[in-house]
């Protein structure tokens, strides 16, 4: 068996099942070699902190199905600073990585018979929602689900082959590559998970959370030795879970922010008046930075083509804020006409003009290559 | 001829001042005057051909197009030649007007519409040989694609052949051109020139007239480049003596047989005849889709046409390569400079026909930029 199974089998929870879809894995993926065992941080090349952070969004899912272990490796593979995941929790209390409350759209679960009865429909952000919710699921029903690629016009070769992974089998893969890789984990829908998810010692989703980060060593504040060594940014849409988290750890955290018209699932507050100033210069007594929606820091046309800026990476910068916009795909659907269909356009037009601290990116490889192409170049 | 000639230089002039907002060109009066010296064409890395001009972002094959190209950094600026009715020579795509002009709002037009066989297909639309040049005109170009910006619909007419070759020779950098012989069969049918000349050789009179000769990498080529290509091995033929210019044969999918001999695909990719054409041509241009035939999506196992074009001293020049995912194999990740890497670095070939010469050209620089002058083999000239 390669050193790599070794490590994981010896952490992971869920056991045989794991091993099996990570061997599989590890003879369907290109370039995965012997990693070292974790805790040689010292050997290994450090995060690069001198241009901005190429964040895997749901991993390499431009290529693989999100958030799976086959999607965050070939990230790693493929340069990224960061591995970005989801973290909602199951009916028995594990955190796992998954971005949609319900499993409908990157699972088979509706090929398992034996689920069919739990479909439903439950209120999600005062929106009525139907499907099959990932909270009335145990950890080992969900693995018995595979992922598939949410996209129609992605690759869906990879279909039906990995699981669901646990957000410590996330962290595992970060700290068994063989450079330092960063994880950016979500508290994802904090309000939704606390409703219907209970945990026995009367703690909570983001107690929960917190630990899971601090049982592998995180923290510490940004840009400390510590946090060079184990790179963490913590974000949510829900700022009370963020100023909570703060108690409990001094990791740096993540404040997104999503459309106009949305408003936070906790505190039930509008876009404008969490992007106002006072509500900045409250922020940021708690946050390191804020992730925007990129069509609200720059919003679009009908017709598809860039308009003004607004100020808000002005205004974040001068609080000392730094900016990870969200989020950044090849697709020709997904680019303004400004970039004339070309992804490194827009990679240019942000990190350049605009000057962004990160990006979100379903496309590592590429983010990576437009960074390394033009570093010789600055 | 030469009050058309004139016309057209008025046209061209009037275009810059009318309306047309993407012209930065028009500022810079380049002449063509010889002693003006010119940033050279780039012979050291692969060609970058504006296939229909910067088309992915402008109607194709307008003014607006090709000088967006050239701002881009394109090396050539490729088009199509076709034919009015009245034997003036257009750049223009396809055999009628239908999906890139306004045509079908003309209600003057409406009962022009026609029925004819082209390459042994029947089809029905407003066929460009009949209308003649100031009728042409008189329409509007519009973006063929509807995934593509929409925004300068209405805005260009249709270019002549000279006007194209005036805006090359305006540039403020040498630019050279690539115009294909387009299909000759149904122009010939259709079109006729007085003094017994046909199509072929309306098309290289115009290229003499504005002194494009000369062999590949002559003195001459290099001041005024210019690549000939066409489908139709005939007319290649036939133009070589009139003209030592360099040339290309193009090749379409492997179903296609060529319009003029009925040749297979088979036949026109084998050794033999390859070592024929090769007195005529410096290269071919094939659908990059026949070179490597893709599965599910996926490129498969390469061909050995590009290894066998190349003991020929032949070169190839794939087309087209566009930065929308639909047209991207799964192997690039939707990232069109990954298949530029593939291609030009994996397989080698010596051009690519690109609809987004913007993008190439930032490949290009990014990963062989000028100051590095690698060295490319492209054989001797020919």
Same mark, same amino acid.
């Given at each position: 068996?390669? =050193? ?5 089998c =010896?952490?992971?929870?869920a056991?045989v099942?794991v091993a ?8 369907a ?5 012997a ?5 040689a941080?010292a050997a290994k090349?450090?995060?690069q902190?001198?241009?901005p952070?190429?964040?895997a ?5 431009g ?10 490796m ?6 990224a600073?960061?591995?970005e995941?989801?973290i909602?929790a ?6 796992v ?5 319900t499993l409908?759209?990157?699972t ?6 034996e689920?069919?009865?739990?479909r439903?429909t439950l ?6 929602v ?5 909270t ?9 689900l595979r =992922? ?5 016009f992605r690759?869906?070769s ?5 699981p669901i992974?646990?957000f410590?089998?996330f ?6 590559a063989k450079r ?14 606390n409703?219907h ?5 009367g ?13 592998y060593?995180y923290g510490g504040?940004y ?5 060079t060594e184990?790179p ?6 829900a700022p009370t879970?963020l100023?909570?988290a703060?108690d409990?750890t001094d990791?740096?955290k993540v404040f997104?922010?999503?459309d =106009?018209?949305?408003?936070t699932?906790d505190?039930?507050?509008s876009?404008?008046?969490?992007t106002s ?9 708690y946050?390191?930075?804020i ?11 009908r017709?598809n083509t860039l308009t003004?800026?607004t100020?808000?990476v002005?205004m ?9 916009p969200?989020t950044y795909?090849?697709?020709n659907r997904f680019l303004?006409?400004n970039f004339r ?5 827009e990679?240019?037009?942000w ?6 601290d990160?990006l979100f990116?379903?496309?590592p490889?590429?983010?990576r ?9 600055n | 001829m030469?009050?058309?000639?004139h016309?057209s230089?008025?046209v061209l002039?009037?275009?810059f001042?009318?309306g047309?907002d993407?012209?930065?060109a028009?500022?810079?009066?380049s ?6 010296k010119?940033?050279?064409l780039?012979?050291f890395?692969p060609y970058?051909?504006?296939?229909r001009?910067s088309?992915?972002?402008?109607p ?7 000088l967006r190209?050239?701002d ?5 600026i ?13 750049c223009?795509?396809?055999v009628?007007?239908?999906?890139t002009?306004?045509i079908a709002s ?6 022009r ?6 390459q ?8 460009t ?11 509007r ?16 007419n ?9 805006i090359a ?7 050279g051109?690539?115009p294909e ?15 017994g000349?046909?199509?072929?050789d309306?098309?290289v009179?115009t ?5 494009y000769?000369?062999?590949y990498?002559?003195?001459d080529w290099?001041m005024k ?5 066409s489908f139709?091995p005939?007319?290649?033929?036939y133009?070589s003596?009139?003209?030592?210019a360099?040339?290309l ?9 060529t319009?003029?001999?009925n ?11 390859l070592?024929?054409?090769r007195?005529y041509v410096?290269?071919?241009?094939p659908w990059?889709?026949t070179?490597?035939?893709p599965?599910n ?6 061909t050995?046409l590009?290894a066998r074009?190349?003991a020929?001293?032949l070169?190839?020049h794939p087309?087209?390569f ?5 047209y991207?194999?799964f ?9 530029y890497e ?13 609809d987004f010469t913007?993008s ?7 990963t062989?930029?000028h100051?590095n002058?690698e ?8």
């Amino acid at each position: 068996l390669p =050193v790599r199974l070794t490590c994981v089998c =010896v952490r992971a929870c869920a056991g045989v099942v794991v091993a099996a879809a990570l061997l599989v894995l590890g003879c369907a993926s290109s370039g995965a070699t012997a990693r070292p065992l974790v805790g040689a941080a010292a050997a290994k090349q450090p995060l690069q902190t001198s241009r901005p952070y190429n964040i895997a969004h749901r991993g390499s899912n431009g290529e693989l199905p999100e958030e799976t272990a086959a999607a965050y490796m070939r990230a790693v593979d493929e340069g990224a600073d960061f591995i970005e995941a989801d973290i909602v929790a199951t009916k028995d209390g594990h955190l796992v990585c998954f971005h949609d409350v319900t499993l409908d759209d990157t699972t088979d679960v509706a090929d398992h018979k034996e689920f069919a009865a739990r479909r439903r429909t439950l209120q999600v952000q005062w929106a009525n929602v139907t499907g099959y919710f990932i909270t009335d699921f145990t950890l080992a029903e969900l693995k018995t689900l595979r =992922v598939k690629q949410r996209w129609s016009f992605r690759d869906k070769s990879h279909d039906g082959i990995s699981p669901i992974i646990t957000f410590d089998e996330f962290i595992d893969i970060a700290l068994n590559a063989k450079r330092v890789v960063g994880i950016y984990p979500e508290m994802k829908s904090p309000v939704f998970i606390n409703q219907h998810v209970k945990w026995a010692d009367g703690k909570k989703y983001e107690d929960k959370f917190i630990a899971t980060l601090k049982k592998y060593g995180y923290g510490g504040k940004y840009m400390t030795k510590r946090w060079t060594e184990r790179p963490v940014f913590i974000q949510s849409f829900a700022p009370t879970s963020l100023i909570y988290a703060a108690d409990l750890t001094d990791s740096p955290k993540v404040f997104l922010i999503d459309d =106009v018209t949305v408003r936070t699932e906790d505190t039930d507050q509008s876009y404008e008046e969490i992007t106002s100033d006072e509500y900045l210069d409250y922020m940021r007594e708690y946050v390191v930075g804020i992730g925007p929606w990129k069509d609200t820091v720059v919003p679009p046309t009908r017709d598809n083509t860039l308009t003004t800026p607004t100020d808000m990476v002005a205004m974040a910068h001068a609080r000392g804020l730094q900016v990870h916009p969200y989020t950044y795909r090849n697709e020709n659907r997904f680019l303004h006409y400004n970039f004339r269909q070309d992804p490194y356009a827009e990679y240019d037009y942000w990190l350049n003009d605009v000057g962004v601290d990160g990006l979100f990116t379903d496309f590592p490889a590429s983010l990576r290559r437009f960074q390394d192409w033009t570093a010789a170049k600055n | 001829m030469d009050s058309l000639w004139h016309a057209s230089v008025i046209v061209l002039v009037l275009l810059f001042i009318g309306g047309s907002d993407a012209n930065p060109a028009a500022r810079r009066h380049s002449q063509l005057d010889v002693n003006h010296k010119k940033q050279p064409l780039q012979t050291f890395r692969p060609y970058n051909i504006a296939h229909r001009g910067s088309n992915g972002e402008i109607p194709e094959e307008t003014a607006a197009a090709y000088l967006r190209a050239i701002d881009e950094g394109t090396d050539f600026i490729e088009t199509d030649i076709l034919a009015s009715e009245d034997g003036h020579l257009i750049c223009f795509h396809d055999v009628t007007l239908d999906n890139t002009t306004d045509i079908a709002s003309r209600t003057e037009f409406a009962g022009r519409k026609r029925t004819y066989e082209v390459q042994g297909v029947n089809m029905t639309g407003w066929f460009t040989v009949d209308f003649t040049l100031r009728e042409l005109k008189s329409l509007r170009v519009k973006q063929r694609f509807s995934f593509r910006d929409q925004q300068y619909n209405g805005k260009y007419n249709i270019l002549t052949f000279d006007e194209f070759i005036l805006i090359a020779l305006h540039a403020d950098r040498v630019v050279g051109i690539y115009p294909e012989i387009k299909n000759p069969i149904f122009i010939n049918q259709h079109v006729k020139w007085s003094g017994g000349k046909k199509f072929e050789d309306k098309f290289v009179e115009t290229l003499l007239k504005y002194g494009y000769k000369g062999k590949y990498m002559s003195e001459d080529w290099l001041m005024k480049p210019l690549f000939i290509q066409s489908f139709a091995p005939t007319s290649l033929i036939y133009i070589s003596n009139i003209t030592n210019a360099p040339k290309l044969l193009l090749i379409d999918e492997t179903t296609v047989p060529t319009q003029d001999t009925n040749q297979s695909y088979y036949e026109i990719t084998s050794n033999g005849y390859l070592a024929f054409i090769r007195k005529y041509v410096i290269g071919i241009g094939p659908w990059k889709d026949t070179i490597i035939p893709p599965e599910n999506n996926h490129l498969g196992p390469a061909t050995d046409l590009v290894a066998r074009a190349h003991a020929l001293n032949l070169q190839v020049h794939p087309y087209t390569f566009r930065n929308e995912n639909s047209y991207l194999h799964f192997n690039f990740h939707q990232d069109p400079y990954a298949e530029y890497e593939y291609w030009l670095r994996e397989i080698g070939v010596d051009a690519l026909f690109t609809d987004f010469t913007g993008s190439l050209h930032k490949y290009l620089e990014w990963t062989a930029p000028h100051q590095n002058k690698e060295k490319k083999c492209r054989g001797p000239p020919a």
